[in-house]
């Protein structure tokens, strides 16, 4: 039995989908533990793109179980629209396969409408977040308001629960923000068709779990976001909602930290980031918008351009920190190849004072200015290669050298978005 963690090391779009993809035939179950639909992974296998907001990204592999946690915030129109094209392929045949917690919290249309309304209310001030209700769902769970999967199942009591909670949101929704209310009869009807159609999904995901590990089965647990948009240990507020460090994994799906046994932190060959917030190896130049290019760089759930920069290994030794990295898998090293040199943020300068550490506050990472290290690039096109010998000099002199600042070994590479794209550089469920 081995149980893996895989989280983003950066600020999301690492290439989670890819890699939690791949090990998934290593994997009996995939477990995702927090987020929303405000997550896209992206999955290309055979030159077919597939792309998860909630289902987890196991699900392409027939014989694999999929656990929805209750650490995550469902969105029940976009969960059953997965649902049924996932159905539509001939991918998910059987309900079985697909577990949704009954203590996971749902977004309902208030969150969606709140979260719109204050983003455009807050102007230039604004968070930039996806527009998806994620940040007013968790609101009310912190609150204990909520409304949860399995209460979609009682209709008596989900009555009373909806309109005790609507007389606060359409005050909100119409007195503040000048937007419509909410109508409390649609949704309630709404809310139990949902009930209906997600029924058969409806699970205890943490003893399916428990299960699980007991009959000594490989566990993959699959984070959404990255670490530098954790609630806690991200750029506040520039963050999203929920926890997205490896140690949320227990709180979001129902384990003890004594079953984990590696982590593995996902980080591009470089850096991305979406929406505002402090980035202090951003290249708003020629070079930025070749990265851009080169990697597709538009996010799967927005569609939005995503901000480009040199890989800055203090960020990715904050990460190392936070979530105990064992293993690293990089992405998209394919996008270097054609740069003369490559660049690495190796410290920052913050008013004049040199340091390796991440800062603290916001203002200071505002103000960080990074120290870069040169290495020569490489031009051989890095699309096919199998094998960690096969690639340029200065590709693996890359890699070690992220190696060397980290302290932690790369276990993949990916050279390409395909599945097979992939070099094994040690087995993770060895």
């Known amino acids: 039995m081995a149980t893996v963690v895989a989280v983003g090391a950066q600020w999301g779009d690492e290439g989670k989908g890819k890699i939690v993809d791949w090990l998934g035939p290593r994997a009996d179950l995939v477990a995702r533990f927090q987020g929303g639909n405000n997550a896209g992974h992206t999955l290309v296998v055979e030159g077919e793109t597939t792309i998860l ?256 920069g040199w890989l800055d290994a203090v960020l990715l030794r904050e990460a190392v920190t936070v979530n105990g990295l064992t293993d690293l898998a990089i992405n998209k090293l394919d996008i270097l190849s054609g740069f003369d040199e490559l660049k690495i943020c190796t410290a920052y300068d913050i008013d004049g004072k040199i340091t390796e550490d991440f800062p603290m506050t916001l203002a200071e990472a505002e103000r960080a200015k990074p120290i870069y290290e040169t290495l020569p690039g490489w031009s051989e096109d890095l699309r096919g290669m199998t094998s960690i010998d096969q690639l340029p000099a200065n590709a693996r002199r890359y890699i070690e050298r992220i190696e060397a600042l980290t302290e932690v070994p790369a276990a993949l590479l990916s050279v390409g978005p395909g599945r097979e794209e992939t070099i094994i550089v040690r087995e993770l469920f060895g």
């Open 53 to 308: 907001h909630v289902v987890p990204s196991g699900i392409l592999h027939d014989g694999s179980i999929n656990l929805i946690g209750p650490g995550v915030v469902v969105d029940p129109a976009i969960l059953l629209g997965e649902i049924r094209k996932l159905e539509a392929r001939g991918i998910l045949k059987d309900p079985s396969r697909l577990r949704v917690s009954g203590r996971a919290h749902v977004i309902l249309p208030w969150h969606t409408a709140l979260d719109a309304a204050r983003e455009e209310r807050a102007g230039k001030g604004k968070i930039g977040t996806t527009g998806r209700g994620i940040g007013p769902c968790y609101e009310d769970k912190v609150a204990r308001r909520g409304i949860r999967v399995a209460d979609l199942r009682q209709t008596d009591e989900l009555r009373g629960k909806l309109e005790r909670i609507a007389e606060q949101k359409n005050v909100e929704l119409t007195k503040v923000h000048d937007w419509q209310p909410i109508d409390v009869d649609a949704l309630y009807a709404q809310c139990v068709e949902w009930g209906r159609q997600l029924e058969p999904y409806m699970d205890h995901t943490s003893r399916v779990l428990d299960r699980a590990l007991r009959a000594g089965k490989n566990v993959l647990f699959e984070g959404a976001q990255g670490t530098f948009l954790d609630i806690d240990h991200g750029t506040y507020p520039f963050v999203t909602s929920s926890n997205c460090v490896a140690g949320a994994v227990c709180t979001g799906s129902g384990v003890g930290p004594t079953k984990i046994d590696r982590v593995i932190g996902i980080t591009k060959a470089y850096t991305t980031r979406v929406g505002s917030g402090p980035f202090p190896t951003e290249l708003e130049d020629e070079v930025g918008e070749e990265l851009r290019r080169a990697g597709a760089e538009f996010g799967a759930t927005t569609g939005r351009p995503r901000r480009c």
